[in-house]
């Protein structure tokens, strides 16, 4: 074994046991504060643990981020976002070093949050969090747990900042007026994340100023780039809502699976007439976004199975 960490106590670890094999490039993922940049310094031997050891063959050499990218043969070789600022052909050369370094014997562990290069360059990916191993493997298997436990977390989050009503452009006659609108994930609190696949809340709370003989009420959801990916209103659902008298307020709930691709979103809302005079109209009224676990392309998850006929 080319490196070792043997019960490796000092903070954030507190029971670090693990042993890369020479001969491989060991990618380290991990949220911040998870223990990336002080494993490579153990392994490096710039940081010495409290208790426990750190065993590895000489001479051990460290690259950070802004090292310059020198390749000289070296028993373990710890780099730490090294290659974030090179650009594609830089990268390419460097890869080849890096496979000269594996193929001579050495150890290389890389900390690098791009998903691309780890699953390009590493032989086996190492998971820390909160100074704990909480997975090692194949990169095939190991970046996408890493990538369900990002989405989850990152979906956490967004319980606890709900998107704020913050329209672009604000136009209409004023007969109504949309007092609040609110998007609400499956556990029916508003969030500003919701998970693809989720069963997601549009509410919309109206209050009419004027008397409306047949309001609609709608949402359109947009991408960022202002691309139409989903609308309905009352109308077309078949909802009929009128008359309404001056001062009465209404409450809207559109509910639907949250069937979208892991990118941003507006949420644009309106009331108006049914030959579309607007009462208030909130152009991308929010923004939200949508996390999932592994990448899809385009907009609609549409969850393709794939078999061999």
Not at 112 to 127: A, K, P, V
Not at 158 to 180: F, M, N, Q, S
Not at 237 to 257: I, M, V, W, Y
Not at 268 to 282: E, F, M
């Amino acid at each position: 074994m080319a490196i070792v960490f043997r019960q490796v106590v000092c903070a954030p670890f507190t029971d670090l046991d693990a042993a890369a094999p020479d001969g491989a490039i060991i990618g380290v993922v991990g949220e911040d504060g998870s223990g990336k940049s002080y494993l490579l310094r153990l392994a490096a031997g710039l940081a010495k643990p409290v208790s426990g050891a750190v065993e590895a063959g000489e001479p051990r050499r460290f690259l950070g981020p802004d090292a310059a990218l020198e390749f000289a043969p070296a028993a373990v070789l710890a780099m730490e976002h090294t290659l974030a600022r090179h650009d594609a052909l830089v990268r390419r050369r460097a890869s080849m070093a890096l496979d000269r370094l594996r193929r001579a014997g050495a150890t290389v562990l890389l900390v690098s949050h791009e998903e691309d290069l780890l699953r390009d360059l590493c032989d086996e990916i190492w998971w820390l969090d909160r100074g704990k191993l909480a997975g090692r493997g194949d990169p095939a298997e190991m970046l996408p747990a890493y990538a369900r436990h990002i989405a989850g977390r990152f979906r956490a989050w967004g319980e606890t900042v709900a998107a704020p009503l913050d329209p672009r452009l604000r136009r209409g006659d004023g007969r109504a007026e949309i007092v609040k609108l609110e998007l609400l994930g499956e556990s029916g609190q508003p969030a500003g994340v919701l998970r693809s696949g989720e069963l997601a809340t549009v509410r919309v709370t109206v209050r009419f100023h004027q008397a409306v003989a047949e309001p609609v009420i709608g949402l359109m959801i947009r991408t960022r780039v202002g691309m139409n990916v989903y609308g309905t209103n009352t109308e077309l659902e078949g909802l009929k809502l009128g008359p309404c008298a001056a001062g009465r307020q209404l409450q809207l709930s559109f509910s639907f699976r949250c069937e979208l691709c892991a990118q941003e979103y507006t949420l644009t809302a309106a009331s108006h007439d049914p030959d579309g005079v607007w009462h208030d109209w909130l152009e991308d009224a929010m923004a939200f976004a949508v996390a999932d676990g592994r990448y899809t392309a385009g907009v609609a998850n549409l969850r393709a199975t794939v078999r061999l006929s």
